[in-house]
């Protein structure tokens, strides 16, 4: 149900280096790539098993469960990246600022960005699934092929 009443919050306010106004929204994405918890060592129960191999597995330790932050936690909360905060803000335009968007820039997930105007908001991820890193990888550049004429008819 829409509330009518609701007037927004500005795009200034958005764009606060504070980060208080933004929460997380939906389920935070764990380090096992789900964002719902999955014990790999639990068997389904529906698996039948002899009772040796039961006992070899009872060896194992379980792992510890995984979490993320709570639904509308605020942003600012959120655990630094190499020294710097897990977001970003800006805001689209200075120079017309009634047509503005507030943006929010994950220094964690190159490419997702979080845009919001008054009541209007939406998310967006552009990249290759990879978080940042530091010393990240450049690759060596193929070495020029030698010409020769041996090689390459006239």
């Known amino acids: 149900m829409l509330n009518v009443d609701f007037e927004g919050i500005s795009v200034r306010e958005l764009a606060d280096p504070s980060l208080h106004n933004w929460v997380h929204h939906v389920q935070h994405i764990l380090p096992q ?9 639990e068997k389904p129960e529906d698996d039948f098993e002899e009772e040796e191999e039961e006992e070899e ?3 194992v330790e379980e792992p510890k469960p ?4 709570q639904l509308l936690t605020s942003i600012a909360e959120d655990e630094a990246v190499n ?3 897990a977001w970003t803000p800006n805001i689209s335009s200075e120079l017309l600022p009634q047509y503005g968007l507030a943006i929010m820039r994950s220094n964690r997930w190159p490419g997702a960005i979080a845009f919001a105007k008054d009541r209007k908001f939406e998310n967006i991820y552009v990249g290759w699934a990879h978080k940042f890193d530091a010393d990240n990888y450049t690759h060596l550049h193929p070495l020029r092929p030698w010409r020769s004429t041996r ?3 006239k």
Do not use: A, I, K, T
């Open 83 to 85: 020294g710097m905060p």
């Open 33 to 41: 790539g789900r964002c719902v918890w999955h014990n790999p060592v």
């Open 151 to 153: 090689w390459y008819p």
């Open 57 to 59: 597995r009872e060896d």
């Open 66 to 69: 995984e979490s993320g932050p």
